[in-house]
């Protein structure tokens, strides 16, 4: 690092430990590791300064000493970002994982949450009271992050993404003014919110809508890989012929014995249990199951389950492409992702977006693809002191590769990573040039980079 760089850095962080207190600056020490702690375990950025923000007053602190310094800064919410964005290597990043406060009114049906809350504290909070928010598939990742980049997940087909539940946010600009952006206030950057991701302002509280919904269905269904083909053939017409009330998540992992399986998670939201029942019994018919395991659960429950396969520390490359349907050419491509699979623990999870996903007009939100689609997440995950790093990482990408002439432009932009450049440049579809224009509005000195932005020259 260029010694006016180190000098830069030193004035911020004697500036920000005369400006908040002092014990929430770190440069070193476990509060500094727990800071950089993110779940990908392969990211070795090492900020220059943390600053551990415990209310939103020293995150907008933060946000404006960066500004007098010229240092890089980065915002760290679940840290669940697996292209490591949250961390600003040599920089200044601001850690909001500490601010996980949640408040529920159960009469509006509205949740107020703190910007480092994750899905888990969302939904732990929100279970006494009937409701249940738009949340991922994963208990801990940042409910900010997944929100304001999309957030397909198991109500996604009667609820829409998550970003479809967003009602307001709280936003610390880059000149450190404080602007609450709604449907009213500030709509640009509102709308740029939804699906822009993290790259307009600091979020350091959301108003987000909850739904009472009275008994979720929900588990995991799987068949032998022998009957790859046949499952993955008939699901298309189990799809279409399901309401919005039935989500199905779908895709490859290893089994037990460490060989590929084909596995549907579906979840069915809807007030009549026996017609869930039966719309669930249906997806059993397209194979002969290894495991049928369906029952009445809660979302907590879901989301947890999903922790136990996904925890902190292993390592992770991870590559997406939608499609539009499951063309046999579709079909074969995915069999290939499983024979073999390179580490037991790697998957292909396939997201939907159907039902009112898909219904939301496509200018409405910045998010880009409205049509409905299936969205393909190629997770290659492997231990720390596992030697085959490189095969794994190649495995994601040919597979990426292979999946080129079947998939859409673009992709979902908060699985993008950074040399994805040629789908960042669609990701955004029509929305493109507006959602450019408020990045230059309100933050035209690009003070803030989260999820990638299409190049705007």
């Known amino acids: ?134 949340t991922g598939t994963v208990g801990s990742v940042g409910m900010a992050g997944l929100t304001l980049g999309g957030g397909y997940g198991p109500l996604s087909g009667r609820f829409g993404l998550a970003l479809d539940n967003l009602l307001s946010a709280e936003v610390v600009l880059a000149d450190g003014s404080v602007v609450t952006a709604d449907a009213e206030q500030e709509p640009d950057l509102f709308w740029a919110l939804r699906g822009g991701g993290g790259n307009f302002g600091l979020v350091t509280s959301m108003r987000v809508r909850l739904h009472a919904v009275p008994a979720l269905l929900s588990g995991m269904i799987v068949f032998p890989w022998e009957q790859a083909g046949t499952v993955l053939a008939g699901l298309p017409d189990a799809l279409a012929e399901s309401p919005d009330e039935l989500t199905v998540q779908f895709g490859i992992l290893s089994g037990p014995d460490g060989k590929p399986v084909v596995f549907l998670s579906p979840t069915w939201s809807g007030e009549d249990v026996a017609a869930g029942e039966h719309k669930l019994a249906r997806l059993d018919t397209l194979g002969t199951p290894l495991v049928s395991q369906v029952a009445s659960t809660t979302l907590p429950e879901m989301l947890a389950a999903m922790d136990a396969q996904f925890p902190f520390g292993r390592h992770t490359e991870i590559r997406t492409r939608s499609v539009s349907s499951l063309t046999s050419g579709v079909r074969d491509m995915l069999t290939l992702a499983g024979s073999p699979l390179t580490s037991p623990l790697s998957a292909v999870s396939v997201h939907t977006l159907l039902g009112a996903g898909a219904r939301v007009p496509a200018a409405e939100t910045a998010f880009g693809n409205r049509d409905p689609h299936f969205m393909i997440e190629i997770i290659a995950l492997w231990e720390p002191d596992d030697t085959r790093a490189a095969e794994h990482r190649a495995w994601a990408g040919n597979l990426t590769s292979i999946l080129e002439p079947e998939a859409l432009p673009g992709g979902y932009p908060n699985l993008l990573g950074p040399d994805d450049t040629a789908q960042v440049a669609h990701a955004y579809g029509p929305n493109t040039e507006r959602l450019l224009a408020v990045k230059r509005r ?16």
């Open 1 to 134: 690092m260029p010694a006016t760089t180190h000098q830069q850095l030193n004035r911020l962080t004697d500036t920000l430990r005369n400006t908040v207190h002092p014990g929430s600056v770190v440069t070193t020490g476990p509060d500094y590791e727990a800071g950089r702690h993110i779940w990908n375990g392969a990211v070795s950025a090492r900020p220059g300064v943390i600053v551990r923000c415990a209310d939103a007053s020293t995150a907008r602190a933060a946000v404006l000493a960066t500004q007098e310094s010229g240092v890089t800064l980065s915002v760290r919410g679940g840290g669940h970002d697996w292209a490591g964005r949250a961390l600003s290597d040599g920089g200044l990043t601001i850690d909001l994982s500490g601010m996980r406060g949640v408040t529920v009114d159960p009469v509006a049906k509205v949740a107020e949450v703190s910007a480092g809350a994750t899905a888990a504290d969302l939904a732990a909070a929100t279970q006494p009271f009937g409701l249940v928010p738009a």
């Open 442 to 457: 309100v933050d035209p000195d690009h003070v803030f980079h989260a999820i990638p932005l299409p190049d705007p020259s």
